[in-house]
C-alpha cells in the first residue's frame, strides 16, 4: 500500500494574524478529525514557516501534520538577494519543499533545468521535494499532454539515482485546473497517473514505481476529491484554494475511501 498524502499550498495569502488563525483552526481540526492514516503536509509563506512549525507541535512535542515550503534557491548560499536555500528551510526543521509549481513556471521563470537544481538541493539537506508537473489547456488541446509530461519528468528529475528518486513526491497538476474551479475529471487525471507512473517504471523499476506517491492538484474540492482520491493511481492532493479553510481542507484529507 502506498502513503495516502496531503499537501495544502497557501501561495501568497493571508497576513500574520491570520496565518495565526487558520494554523491554530487547522491543528484543532486535523489533531480532532483527520484520518490518521495521511501523510499531511501545509506549506505557508516563507515568512510564516517558524510559527506554523510552533503551533503544529502537540503536548509530546510531535508535529500534528509537517510543514514544507513552497519553492527554494537553486542557488546553495551567498549574494542571491531575497533568495531562501534549502540548508536554511532544513535549518528550520520544515520537511517538504514544493518544487516547479505552475506559477514559478509562469511568473518566475522556473524551468526544468531549475527544478533539477532545486530537488538536488533539497534532498542533500534531507527535504522531500514535492514536484510540479502538468500541461496547458493548449498542450492537451494540441494533443502534446503526454510528451510535456514526459519531459518534464525527464529533465527535472530522471537524472537522479534510484537512491534518491525513492525520495520523491510528484503532483500532477493540470495548469488550465490550477484556481480556476475546472478539476480534472477522474479519468482524465487517471490517465496522466498511470502514465507518470508508467514512466517511472521504465526508468526505476517496478518496485520505485509503485512506492511513489502521485498527487493531484487543480481546485481539488471536499466535493471532488473522493472519486478522485478512489482512482489506483491518485495518491492525494496538492491543495491550493480549499487549503485555506480549515473544514474544506480536513474534509479533502478525510475522502479517501468515500
Ligand atoms: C495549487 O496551487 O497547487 C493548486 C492546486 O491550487 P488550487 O487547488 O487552488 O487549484
Not at 39 to 48: E, G, N, Q, R, S
Not at 71 to 88: F, H, L, N, Q
Not at 115 to 133: D, F, H, M, R
Not at 204 to 211: P, V
Amino acid at each position: 500500500m502506498r502513503k495516502k498524502f496531503v499537501a495544502g499550498n497557501w501561495k501568497m495569502n493571508k497576513n500574520f494574524q491570520q496565518a495565526e488563525e487558520l494554523l491554530d483552526e487547522l491543528v484543532d481540526v486535523v489533531s480532532a478529525k483527520a484520518a490518521p492514516d495521511v501523510d499531511v503536509v501545509v506549506c505557508p509563506p516563507f515568512v510564516f514557516i517558524e510559527m506554523a512549525l510552533d503551533i503544529c507541535r502537540d503536548e509530546q512535542s510531535r508535529n500534528v501534520f509537517s510543514i514544507g515550503a513552497q519553492d527554494v534557491s537553486a542557488y546553495t548560499s551567498g549574494a542571491y538577494t531575497g533568495e531562501v536555500s534549502a540548508e536554511m528551510i532544513a535549518s528550520m526543521e520544515a520537511e517538504y519543499c514544493i518544487v516547479g509549481h505552475s506559477e514559478r513556471r509562469k511568473y518566475h521563470g522556473e524551468t526544468d533545468t531549475t527544478v533539477a537544481q532545486k530537488v538536488e538541493l533539497l534532498l542533500q539537506n534531507s527535504l522531500t521535494p514535492i514536484v510540479c508537473v502538468g500541461e496547458t489547456l493548449e498542450e492537451r488541446e494540441n494533443g502534446v499532454l503526454f510528451d510535456v509530461i514526459k519531459t518534464q519528468l525527464t529533465d527535472g528529475l530522471f537524472h537522479l539515482q534510484p537512491m534518491d528518486f525513492s525520495h520523491i513526491v510528484i503532483a500532477y497538476e493540470p495548469v488550465w485546473a490550477i484556481g480556476t474551479g475546472k478539476t480534472a475529471t477522474d479519468k482524465q487525471a487517471e490517465e496522466m497517473h498511470k502514465y507518470i507512473r508508467s514512466l517511472i517504471e521504465e526508468k526505476y523499476g517496478k518496485e520505485i514505481a509503485r512506492k511513489t506517491p502521485i498527487l493531484y492538484g487543480g481546485s481539488c474540492t471536499p466535493q471532488t476529491a473522493p472519486s478522485l482520491f478512489a482512482q489506483p493511481d491518485i495518491d492525494g492532493g496538492l491543495i491550493g484554494g480549499a487549503s485555506l479553510k480549515a473544514d474544506d481542507f480536513v474534509s479533502i484529507i478525510n475522502s479517501f475511501g468515500k
